[in-house]
């Protein structure tokens, strides 16, 4: 297991340590973070995704992720999973994903739990 935050993996399941994570050691991530309350409401944005899908940062915190910023993830397969992982209290999962909204290619979702109500959704280009 890693010991410091600025190590933090793709695939760590330590979701404390990104709460631990000062402001640019987040967005210093070389993969896309994004943490969600339990209705989908951006609480997080990291600098890379704001990167990948060009969409800036203080433009997506505060709206609804599965709505307002990538409705292509309105879908059984991503928003169903969250609902899921609500619903339980909790979600550890991965999977294979396409935004057609931005037109990216691949992406690999991971999803978590955060401590507390929320949810993280890492996004790693493929």
């Not at 973070?33 to 990948?52: C, K, M, Q, T, W």
């Not at 800036?56 to 609804?64: A, D, T, W």
């Amino acid at each position: 297991m890693n010991t410091t935050t600025t190590e933090f993996r793709f695939e760590d399941t330590d979701t404390e340590r990104l709460d631990l994570m000062s402001g640019i050691e987040f967005d210093s991530l070389p993969f896309g973070i994004i943490r969600l309350d339990l209705e989908g409401g951006v609480l997080a944005y990291n600098r890379a995704e704001s990167l990948y899908s060009g969409l800036k940062q203080q433009h997506v915190i505060g709206r609804n992720w599965f709505h307002d910023i990538a409705p292509c993830t309105n879908t059984a397969k991503f928003y169903g999973k969250f609902k899921e992982g609500v619903t339980k209290g909790m979600i550890d999962t991965s999977f294979d994903y396409v935004f057609t909204r931005f037109s990216e290619p691949a992406v690999r979702v991971h999803m978590l739990k955060a401590p507390g109500e929320d949810f993280w959704l890492l996004i790693k280009r493929v």
